[in-house]
């Protein structure tokens, strides 16, 4: 089955970029706050929930919002610090607008933005202060582990989804030159840019597409850890509109 990236397209109809054209329209106006309604919202036993009944990863995961010069969409993201989230490339590229909403109603816009030279990632610098922040893991995940995916599915609300962790294999979908992971997961559009979380709730990865057989793909830890520590891979995202 082809794998498919995992933002949503939200325009009714694709604009020729190099003519004149109005802003693109957005969807319906949204719900102030994406609080799932259930009682205990993850499927994650082995990680502490907060207060509020989530737990960090959960607290930490954003829905994207990103107008291109042709188009709307949706995708996730996840804090990296205080002021900047990592989300795929695929979700923010050429993007003139960028809003990001947190599960709990803030929200934030994004006022600049990278993009990953190698592999599908984008870092979001954000207009406020986001009160926490995600850990990454020191180490990648091991064939057969337990994951977690928590994102905002079809733009909705907050989900966490169980996956297990295949293995890695090259690029064949994107302009990626790093190799991916594969992985077993129930993920939908607009998860792209997920967190990809173990049992600890540490981010191994980043997914960024999938497929409607069950498989999914991530960005690997190692290409994560490369882009976030090497400024030599990132470049400006910028984007010039003729409307």
Known sequence: MRRTPLAVALAT?????AGCAPLPTAPQELPATFIPEVEAPSPWPEMPVGEDGFTVVERVAVRVSAVTCDSYQTGSAWVLDENTVVTNRHVVEDAVEIELTSYDGRHYTGTSSVLDATADLALVTIDGTFPEAAT??????????????????????????????????PETLGEGQDDIDVLWAEIKQGNSGSPLADVNGEVVGVIYAGNDG??????????????????????????????
């Open 214 to 243: 069950g498989g999914a793909s991530s960005v690997t830890h190692e290409s994560l850890m490369d882009f976030l520590t090497d400024e030599s891979t990132h470049e400006p995202n910028e984007a010039a509109c003729s409307w």
């Open 136 to 169: 990454i893991a020191q180490d990648p995940a091991e064939q057969g582990e337990q994951l977690y995916v928590v994102g905002y599915p079809e733009g909705d609300i907050l989900t966490t989804t169980p996956a297990t962790f295949q293995g890695q294999a």
């Open 13 to 17: 109809g694709t604009l020729a970029i």
